[in-house]
T-cell receptor, first 116, second 115 residues
């Protein structure tokens, strides 16, 4: 079963506008972490933001914020004031603790294009 | 901090040849992960080491794939014999510890092409 769902294969946003990238997840573990990574065309994976399942407040990192709705199992990434350099693939990921080990599972990604 | 270092950046090899990908994790990170990325399957976890010990290799596609971590600063992923369907970008990532609050730092990846 798909544990991380990103329903938007591709998104367009006008430069300087805000954009929301959707992510829903599935877990029965009460302790988990949610991450967003950016992959520009050069191919590297860049960590953006982290949200813990017990965190009371939504995470923010500069222009990035995570809209965490635990009951809905939703962890959407909000990018404010989009820049041309934000054009990239964005991956939502979840790290959960299973028995004696843990691992990170990635969603299929959303391709974001920022239009001048 | 030099980050996670992978080599080579690009590898082109003929079907049937042995391929070895290398990874140096960030010093002090005790968890290491090998991922494979393809258009069809996205990012797949191949194997996970904790304190140099393989913990979960359920993602290794078949016996042609093997991974080792002889010490805390070096890991290899070997494919023998290689096949065209192994063509992908292989990422190594490391993490300072187990637990859900630790994210991964990725290397730049190795783009493997098997012809």
């Amino acid at each position: 079963a798909q544990k991380i769902t990103q329903t938007q294969p591709g998104m367009f946003v006008q430069e300087k506008e805000a954009v929301t990238l959707d992510c829903t997840y599935d877990t029965s573990d009460p302790s988990y972490g949610l991450f967003w990574y950016k992959q520009p065309s050069s191919g590297e994976m860049i960590f953006l933001i982290y949200q813990g399942s017990y965190d009371q407040q939504n995470a923010t990192e500069g222009r990035y914020s995570l809209n965490f709705q635990k009951a809905r199992k939703s962890a959407n990434l909000v990018i404010s004031a989009s820049q041309l350099g934000d054009s990239a693939m964005y991956f939502c990921a979840m790290r959960e603790w299973e028995t004696s080990y843990d691992k990170v599972i990635f969603g299929p990604g959303t391709s974001l294009s920022v239009i001048p | 901090d030099a980050g996670v270092i992978q080599s080579p950046r690009h590898e082109v090899t003929e079907m049937g040849q042995e391929v070895t990908l290398r990874c140096k994790p960030i010093s002090g990170h005790n968890s290491l992960f090998w991922y494979r990325q393809t258009m069809m399957r996205g990012l797949e976890l191949l194997i996970y080491f904790n304190n140099n010990v393989p913990i979960d290799d359920s993602g290794m596609p078949e016996d042609r794939f093997s991974a080792k971590m002889p010490n805390a600063s070096f890991s290899t992923l070997k494919i023998q014999p290689s096949e065209p369907r192994d063509s992908a970008v292989y990422f190594c990532a490391s993490s300072p510890g187990t637990g859900t609050s630790y994210g991964y730092t990725f290397g730049s990846g190795t783009r493997l092409t098997v012809v």
